[in-house]
């Protein structure tokens, strides 16, 4: 039986994009991006509550976002959720549960590459293809 494993989140990057590569040589790039809930309690206070999230592009989709993703950067992450575990130096084990980026959604015209329209936000896939625009409603004439 299969399962759905999806995740979606909107926020803005925390850190800079670290890249690197693996012993095969494989490129990876890993980022955090924070996503904020904000609510009314019963007694009529706002409140908010910000999460961060492990984000992990592999190959060409960690290659555009090393190069085009910036701390503050607002940006649509679509992926899946993989907890992995590692035991460290004393024997001690740890858990890290990461978003595996799919798609990339640049959503500051600053971060866009140079050949896209500043009207457009560029959607990149896993395979670092551009494969839609979406036009900014804050754009339009109307």
């Not at 575990?85 to 600053?110: C, F, Y």
């Amino acid at each position: 039986m299969n399962y759905l494993n999806k995740a979606m989140i909107l926020g803005n990057i925390t850190r800079d994009p670290e890249s690197r590569t693996t012993p095969q040589g494989t490129n990876v790039t890993t980022f955090s991006v924070a996503t904020n809930l904000r609510w009314v309690n019963a007694a009529g206070e706002r409140q908010e509550k910000t999460e961060y999230h492990n984000v992990v592009a592999w190959r060409k989709l960690g290659e555009i976002c090393a190069q085009y993703l910036k701390k503050g950067a607002k940006v649509f992450i679509e992926g899946r959720i993989q907890t992995r575990s590692w035991d460290d130096a004393q024997g001690q084990k740890h858990w890290r549960t990461e978003i595996i980026a799919d798609n990339m959604i640049m959503l500051d015209r600053a971060n866009a590459p140079a050949a896209e329209s500043p009207v457009e936000d560029t959607t990149i896939v896993a395979d670092g293809n551009a494969t839609e625009t979406e036009t900014n409603i804050e754009e339009i004439p109307f």
